[in-house]
């Protein structure tokens, strides 16, 4: 299976690869998200590490049973041959409805064929009121005339 863009990375198809990896995320498929890795690929994500495809979905089930509202942007950081290091934030709020941002740096390596074998996760959580939220399109993915986290100054 293969999923272009491939590596070797261009700023324009590192770009591509980081919002690909955006929408998939804000669909909250798990599923779906863990077609883009490496039946063996290897996470750690905050202190947790996973390995494989089922461990993936499992872990993104869980994610998103506890983050509810989860809306994401990724923006690429730099990027070399077959890496890429993003910088992101999200939104969510628990179930009693405090709300979050939690910001974060990833490191991903790719395969030729494309598919994320390694994803290196580190984040921070910052509690927010509602009032202070900054992303607020409709659940899924973030419309193409949202601003960036650049463009946001986070």
């Known amino acids: 299976m293969s999923r272009p863009p491939l590596p070797p990375f261009t700023l324009e198809t590192a770009a ?4 690909m990896a955006e929408d998939a995320w804000n669909s909250r498929d798990p599923e779906r998200v863990s ?10 994500n905050r202190a947790e590490f996973v390995t494989g495809r089922p461990e993936i979905v499992a872990f993104l089930t869980r994610k998103w049973a506890r983050e509810l509202d989860y809306r994401l ?13 993003v910088r992101f934030a999200y939104e969510w709020r628990d179930d009693n409805g405090h709300w979050f941002r939690s910001y974060g740096n990833e490191n991903w390596e790719f395969d030729d064929a494309g598919l994320m074998s390694r994803r290196l996760a580190s984040i921070n959580d910052l509690p927010i009121r509602e009032s ?18 650049s463009e946001l100054g986070l």
């Open 35 to 44: 077609l883009a890795y490496t039946e063996d690929s290897v996470w750690r």
């Open 73 to 85: 942007i990724k923006e690429v950081w730099a990027w070399h041959e077959n890496r890429i290091a």
């Open 132 to 149: 202070e939220r900054k992303y607020r399109w409709p659940l899924g993915r973030r419309p193409d005339d949202h601003p960036s986290l």
């Open 16 to 19: 591509r690869k980081a919002r």
